[in-house]
């Protein structure tokens, strides 16, 4: 599974946005009637996209990562311990596709983008983003200056 491109896509007057073929296709084949929405835990305005078991292993590398084998049972055991996890389980949202591709845009995730004017979908290897067109135009713009900074800074014997 690997997202690749950017595409802009338009909301229609029902608020559905046609996932394109391309991305529709990098779905697991048994999981492609739906995939998960869910807003970048660090980025505002930006929205994440994965498989429902993209992001289900996802969620349970970050428990992982995070809190470790002890930390893991505390959560679970523990109402009022923080779960990473659990943080963005609890925004994300299931989406279903319909059989042209398009899904109905959750309204909260609409909101958070500005998407009148469409959304910028954007492959990021194993997930999908969906930003604002401005943003996301400024944001590329940054990470190319970043890209060029990290090229220079590679020697021959790394690259």
């Known amino acids: 599974m690997a997202f690749r491109s950017e ?21 697991p084949t048994d999981d492609r009637g739906a995939f998960v929405l869910y807003h970048s835990p660090n980025v505002p ?9 993209g992001f289900d292993g996802m969620l349970e590398r970050l428990r992982i990562e995070a809190l470790g084998a002890k930390g893991a049972l505390k959560v679970a055991l523990d109402d009022e311990a923080f779960d990473p ?3 963005l389980s609890a925004g994300a949202r299931t989406v279903a ?3 042209d591709g398009r899904f109905t845009m959750p309204a909260e995730f609409a909101q958070a983008l500005e ?33 060029a900074a990290f090229v220079r800074g590679l020697t021959a014997g790394e690259a």
């Open 45 to 53: 305005g930006v929205v994440n996209g994965n498989s429902r078991s």
């Open 7 to 27: 595409i802009l896509i338009k909301l229609d007057k029902k608020g559905r946005v046609l996932l394109p073929a391309t991305f529709r296709d990098e779905l």
């Open 85 to 87: 996890a659990g943080y």
């Open 97 to 99: 596709l319909e059989p």
């Open 115 to 147: 998407a009148d004017d469409g959304v910028m979908l954007v492959g990021k290897g194993d997930k999908f983003q969906l930003w604002n067109p401005k943003r996301w135009q400024a944001r590329r713009d940054a990470d190319r200056e970043k890209m």
